[in-house]
T-cell receptor
Framework: GAVVSQHPSRVICKSGTSVKIECRSL??????MFWYRQFPKQSLMLMAT?????????EQGVEKDKFLINHASLTLSTLTVTSAHPEDSSFYIC???????????????FGPGTRLTVL | QKEVEQDPGPLSVPEGAIVSLNCTYS??????FMWYRQYSRKGPELLMY????GNKEDGRFTAQVDKSSKYISLFIRDSQPSDSATYLC????????FGTGTSLTVIP
């Protein structure tokens, strides 16, 4: 199956610093990638949809100036948490849209996630 | 009303039991149905993918779609402790919609 990687898998940073998370589709091209955050024992919460070569679409309540998304190529999207604070501590997961084959639907493949802890 | 409803559980079963996980939905335009498995502290992984109504079997896993009832199920036969995870259903008509996930624990 399709593989999506995320880097780093875990990051601890001081309050006020910025953190960049990379999401890569390793064996397919993804025109669309998605960024989610997940709190412990809760479901995925979609933050934004990232389209290659255009601005990301943010979900209601997500600050676009705080969570900067760049989808510079068909295999790479980045999420930068700017001026991180302890309340930004969470599990961030990306997914990449794999185009459907032979008229089938697109499928989302998820990365392994990045655990961010802001001290 | 949410697009996709899924009982969050938690669900706890003994090893070897048959597990039934379910989701209901309201949008009749959904054509593609997926089940993801998410282990603790990991990203979700695609488990099963079905199109329209019917059954699909893969080893101990069977996905069932009943479009007339707007109801999908995932059955796990001979459940193992390694099946302990959160199971998410997802549906698509172009845009994806996820259930909230059901937490499953298989007790040895």
């Amino acid at each position: 199956g399709a593989v999506v990687s995320q880097h780093p898998s875990r990051v601890i940073c001081k309050s006020g610093t910025s953190v960049k998370i990379e999401c890569r589709s390793l064996d397919f091209q993804a025109t669309t990638m998605f960024w989610y955050r997940q709190f412990p024992k809760q479901s995925l919460m979609l933050m934004a949809t990232s389209n290659e070569g255009s601005k990301a679409t943010y979900e209601q309540g997500v600050e676009k100036d705080k969570f900067l998304i760049n989808h510079a190529s068909l295999t790479l999207s980045t999420l930068t948490v700017t001026s991180a604070h302890p309340e930004d501590s969470s599990f961030y997961i990306c997914s990449a849209n794999s185009p459907g084959q032979g008229g089938g639907a697109d499928t989302q493949y998820f990365g392994p996630g990045t655990r961010l802890t802001v001290l | 009303q949410k697009e996709v409803e899924q009982d969050p559980g938690p669900l706890s079963v003994p090893e070897g039991a048959i597990v039934s996980l379910n989701c209901t939905y309201s949008n009749s335009a959904f054509q593609y149905f997926m089940w993801y498995r998410q282990y603790s502290r990991k990203g979700p992984e695609l488990l099963m993918y079905t199109y329209s109504s019917g059954n699909k079997e893969d080893g101990r896993f069977t996905a069932q779609v009943d479009k007339s009832s707007k109801y999908i199920s995932l059955f796990i036969r001979d459940s193992q402790p390694s099946d302990s995870a959160t199971y998410l259903c997802a549906m698509s008509e172009g845009q994806f919609y996820f259930g909230t996930g059901t937490s499953l624990t298989v007790i040895p």
